[in-house]
């Protein structure tokens, strides 16, 4: 893997699908050891493997394109799985026929098939009625969890030339189509005709030759379509060749649509930019305040002003924003790589790191710790742990920094170290009331681990200056845990002085 370009892994029916699950493994494998692993798949006639789910986690992991699909028009394998598990039994011993067919083909052996004609009839229009009852259901709603779905892009290939498409929906739409010309022998014979396929399809490539014999009046895009009709082998076939067109127009315009959303996301992100800045102005006013309390506790404590009021605003309004990202993204309405690109991972965490203290000072403000617990396991937004996530998850995450501050961040690192100092406030409290030894010891121990937690983050930097702001609430924290402490050895002195 070191030293070659690329690695391309094939197979050809059930072999196929090993291919692809040898890829997946080496994709998994070499994940934190290349950014991006020199990995192709390329498979024939290959039956269904995985689900939806599976589906969108490879392309959140932009691996769509890692995987090619070849399939021929009549090709009755990659739809093999689309009828009803009821079936279960007939499929096997269709497989199991299949298989000895191809095996002998490929040996020059004079093959013998134990199906009848009936039996391969009346499966061909299984097969055939499972693919179009998929096709319709998802041309209506386009959700619902599906046992074997398509992944990848599919290059669907005939004796006229070859397309290609990603849109899984599409896919399995003309998985339909171009089955629904063909003939139950058909389906047989082109499943063992990939050979002849790909030295067509490279003869057509290497000499660019032009599919269209005939003068082109529309345009650009009626004539791709066109085109594509053709080198799909669907043409003039009616009305198989209409339906074809629209499904060929859906996956253009359904394939353009993430992008465009992306579009216009972008710009909703830089008309909020104002609303950022008013917020990063506040809190350089609220750190260089005469009151030295700096920006999180500025707004807990805030009054009635009209400044703190345009704050709050402004952070409701930018936590809409992002929650819209979040629901477009889940409803696929974004792409699949969305949240693995470097501008939007970096505008969210600037979001978190500079809009999270507020939320949790309103939080401790409203005193909803006391109705629903604290910050941190009750009251932490969706959306922040999200953003959490996608940071962890970016790429070149797994590698060292060793990158050393020399002066404080301009804004805390940790987007919740507030919710983590309103915690140890609450212990020390706690502490003053706890008679159970065992009890008072672990609380003890919990707040000398937020007392190390967080002199670690000072001592590297990773701090904003508005923490240890004189009256801030992290101050008058430290403050009262040192005071607690030398009560509590002045109390242990006492005792044993008692004991003596």
């Known amino acids: 893997m070191q030293q070659s370009k690329s690695l391309v892994i094939t197979g050809h029916s059930v072999g196929a699908t090993t291919a692809f699950l040898t890829v997946l493994w080496l994709l998994c494998r070499l994940k934190s050891t290349f950014s991006s692993p020199p990995v192709l798949c390329i498979t024939f006639g290959s039956p269904l493997l995985g689900n939806e789910s599976l589906t969108n986690a490879i392309l959140r992991e932009r691996w769509g394109g890692r995987f090619c699909h070849i399939v021929s028009n009549y090709d009755i394998m990659p739809r093999l799985l689309f009828a009803p598990l009821l079936s279960v039994t007939h499929q096997l011993h269709f497989l199991l026929q299949f298989w000895h067919l191809s095996m002998a083909s490929q040996t020059s052996q004079c093959p013998v098939l134990a199906l009848t004609e009936q039996d391969i009839n009346g499966f061909f229009g299984t097969i055939l009625s499972s693919v179009e009852v998929t096709a319709r259901t ?68 290497l000499t660019r030759r032009n599919f269209m014999t005939r003068e082109i009046s529309e345009s650009n895009y009626e004539a791709s379509v066109s085109l594509a009709l053709q080198s799909s082998g669907t043409h003039g076939q009616e009305p198989v060749s209409t339906l074809a067109k629209d499904c060929l127009m859906t996956a253009r315009r359904v394939g353009r649509a993430p992008n465009i959303n992306s579009a216009n996301l972008a710009i909703r992100l830089s008309k909020i930019v104002p609303f950022r800045a008013e917020i990063e102005w506040y809190k350089a006013c609220c ?196 005071t607690l402490q030398s009560s509590l050895r002045q109390e242990h002195q006492d005792t044993s002085l008692a004991l003596n």
Not at 146 to 168: H, R, T, V
Not at 174 to 199: A, Q
Not at 349 to 370: C, F, K, N, T
């Open 138 to 205: 998802e041309e209506g709603s386009g959700s619902g969890m599906k046992s074997f779905w398509p992944f990848g892009s599919y290059l669907f290939c005939s004796e006229e030339g070859a397309i290609c498409m990603d849109n899984a929906t599409c896919v399995a739409k003309m998985l339909h189509l171009m089955l629904l010309s063909g003939s139950p022998s058909r389906s047989i014979e082109d499943h063992l005709r990939y050979g002849n396929y790909v030295s067509k399809l490279s003869f057509q490539f």
């Open 287 to 482: 750190d260089k305040s005469d009151d030295q309390m700096g920006y999180y506790d500025s707004f807990k404590r805030r009054g009635a002003s009209k400044r703190e009021s345009r704050v709050n605003m402004n952070r409701i309004k930018l936590g809409s924003f992002w929650d819209d990202v979040i629901h477009m993204l889940e409803r696929n309405e974004l792409p699949h790589d969305f949240h693995r690109r470097a501008k939007w991972i970096n505008a969210f965490l600037s979001y978190r790191l500079l809009v999270e203290p507020l939320d949790i000072a309103e939080y401790y403000r409203l005193g909803l710790h006391h109705r629903k617990g604290h910050y941190l396991m009750h009251g932490r937004e969706r959306r922040f742990e999200i953003s959490d996530r996608w940071w962890r998850e970016r790429e070149g995450a797994n590698k060292q920094e060793t990158h050393k501050r020399s002066k404080f961040a301009s804004l805390t690192q940790d987007s919740c170290f507030w919710a983590r100092v309103e915690e140890a406030w609450d212990w020390l409290d706690d502490v003053r009331s706890e008679t159970d030894h065992g009890k008072l010891e672990f609380l003890l121990q919990r707040i000398r681990n937020f007392e190390m937690y967080a002199a670690k983050l000072i001592e590297t930097k990773e701090v904003s200056e508005d923490v240890i702001a004189k009256n801030s609430t992290y101050s008058l924290c430290i403050e009262k845990w040192r």
